[in-house]
């Protein structure tokens, strides 16, 4: 069983006062025939502005994200991940969004070519087979990551004004690739050092499987606790506008 615990900073929003979109995000119309791809469109026009943060919707910086820590307990594997940045998010494209108003169901599919995380790790326990152990520096790339956030909605009457509830979010991803280096294992000894790097790698596909989840589970509660700022302050008639204002 894979346990994923998260350590993030961002507080929850609280005000109640609708608001506007900001304005880089332009809202697409429900009776738009090419719905989902006005929404693709939007988002990735949207993803300059957003990736810069916003501190109005507590849209936190991506150009680099910052996080203090991502612990992660995998089977009898444990690993630290201390002063988290992760960068590649300005080559994000949006690939594909389905919005279905009926079902109220939203996907938004997002293509990173070199996702880069580097950080202060601990490492203690076994992968695959062998034992690790080791304190120093990290540096994992998902390499050609498909990143597919995926979440249902109620709607909820507030002030007189609809808004989204979000529901059942979940971040699902698959990489090309991927690349880890860990710095000093084992204490320092540089041979059994290089050997386990080694082994990472070429068993990259499992060592993801341990380590990506808890990683994605991360960006997958911003991204959550992101769209909730919006979600909250925005009344769902100003995200899809609504051809007869009921
Ligand atoms: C991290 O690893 C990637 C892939 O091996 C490499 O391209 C990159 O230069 C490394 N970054 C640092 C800071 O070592």
Known sequence: MLKVE?????????????????????????????????GRKHAQDALPSVIKGDPKFKLPSLEPLKLPEIKITSGNLRVDLLNVIIKGFDNAQVKDMQIDLKNKHISLTVFIDKANLLSNYEISGNILILPIRGKGRSNITFAGGSY???????????HGDKYMIMKNNKLDFKTERSYFYFENLFGGDNQLGEQMNKFLNENWETVEQELGPAITQTMSTIIT??????????????????????
């Open 148 to 158: 597919k956030y995926d979440f249902d909605y109620t709607l909820k009457d507030k």
């Open 6 to 38: 998260c350590v993030v900073f961002f507080a929850v929003m609280s005000c109640l006062e609708a608001a506007k979109l900001p304005s880089y995000i332009i809202p697409c119309s429900a009776s738009d025939p090419n719905l989902n791809e006005c």
């Open 225 to 246: 606790s992101s769209l909730n700022g919006i979600f909250d302050k925005v009344p769902f008639k100003d995200i899809i506008l609504q051809p007869n204002p009921a």
